[in-house]
Antibody, heavy 121, light 106 residues
């Protein structure tokens, strides 16, 4: 069965950095687009970034552009999110999610349980 | 930027029908997806591409689009359907989620 397991969250000071990982199994990772979605405490879902199946194309939300970088290692079946220059407003539960197929318009058919990032001094 | 609008809350009596709307400019030209999120849990896909139901999702969940509004319908509502529901579309290399609607069954 499809499994997505995020890790790497924690408490960090403003201006600091973290690298999130999403280990996957149960599907052919290299043939699906992947996403990061976050949810601030008590708030709704906010898309963070997406990456194409082969890693050749990726996009980031305007709120994280220039500070976060999505990447993937298809040999390790793992998705990453490098987060630099963290701000208090980046505090959230970060989910990785699998795209149904290769179309950018596809839905997110499987989600991990999330890893919590807290940015605080 | 593309804006999606949803009601803040929807109340439904057990056994009755709940309609959760999602508004957006020319939304009928886009693939609309719906997610259910219960407290403390990850989102779960319940409808994709407007009206398609993933395996394992009860037939009581259905979706439709008309004009500038997409609708998620929960028929014969049950207590276990209480959750936040988010619509989602893709536009100009960006994924957009609606603000979410809280469904209460009472």
């Amino acid at each position: 069965q499809v499994q997505l397991v995020e890790s790497g969250g924690g408490v960090v000071q403003p201006g600091g950095f973290l690298r999130l990982s999403c280990a996957t199994s149960g599907f052919t990772f290299s043939t699906y687009g992947m996403h990061w979605v976050r949810q601030a405490p008590g708030k709704g879902l906010e898309w963070v970034a997406s990456i194409r199946d082969d890693g050749s194309d990726y996009h980031h939300a305007a709120s994280v552009q220039g500070r976060f970088l999505i990447s993937r290692d298809n040999s390790r079946n793992t998705l990453y999110l490098q987060m630099d220059s963290l701000r208090v407003e980046d505090t959230a539960l970060y989910f990785c999610a699998k795209q149904r197929g290769w179309l950018a318009t596809d839905d997110l058919d499987f989600w991990g349980q999330g890893t919590l990032v807290t940015v605080s001094s | 930027s593309y804006e999606l609008t949803q009601p803040l809350s929807v109340s439904v009596a057990p056994g009755q029908t709940a309609n959760i709307t999602c508004g957006g400019d020319n939304i009928g030209t886009k693939h609309v997806h719906w997610y259910q999120q219960k407290p403390g849990q990850a989102p779960v896909l319940v409808i994709y591409r407007g009206s398609h139901r993933p395996s394992g999702v009860p037939e009581r969940f259905s979706g439709s689009i008309s004009g500038n509004t997409a609708t998620l319908t929960i028929s014969r509502a049950q207590a276990g359907d209480e959750a936040d529901y988010y619509c989602q579309v893709y536009d100009s290399s960006t994924v957009f989620f609606g603000p979410g609607a809280t469904v209460t069954v009472l």
